[in-house]
């Protein structure tokens, strides 16, 4: 891992993602494969946040403002970027995932340091951090999104090492779900 300094946000296994309600308990908001109805399956294990007006996180498009402002300076579609945020947090800012990642874009302890990212619960820093590590993806892996994908949740000597997406359930299932997000995003904005 010397050679491959940031090694990824994710650990392989599955990561629920929760957040820390007000009055301190934690509250699991990880949801099953995104749904074209973009409602959570019946049964899943998705909670919502706490009530309206009592939520002192930054609204969805709020967080939604700062993806694109950052994925314009980055350089880095919009769409990826808003697709990764959704598949990792579901935009809340206040998401841990059981392996320790926070924020948006659930970046890791380590990785958010590495890149100068202080407070992973502060929206604006946490996206410029996810975005800047999925632009170094993107670099590394030429552009092919689902490799960069792929890096961004198992990290960059996973694929490598495979030679592509890696065959992990998890890594798999994460590249196929932002992928159809956002084919129906494309399809969204062209009528289709």
Known sequence: MAALPLAGFCSVAHANVFERSQNGNLVEISQPAWQTDRSPAGGGRYTPKAQPGSDPSP????????????AARYGVDRDLVDAVAWQESRYNPRAISTAGAMGVMQLMPGTAQQLGVRN???????VAGGTAYLRQQLERFGN?????????????GAVLKYGGIPPYRETQNYVRQI?????????DRTGY
Do not use: C, F, K, W
């Not at 609204?59 to 950052?70: E, G, Y």
């Open 179 to 187: 992928m159809r997000r956002l084919s129906a995003m494309s399809a």
């Open 59 to 70: 609204s969805q498009n709020a967080v939604r403002q700062h993806i694109q402002a950052t």
């Open 120 to 126: 992973p619960h502060d929206v604006e820093q946490n």
């Open 144 to 156: 092919n999104v689902p490799l960069a994908l792929a890096a961004y949740n198992a990290g960059p």
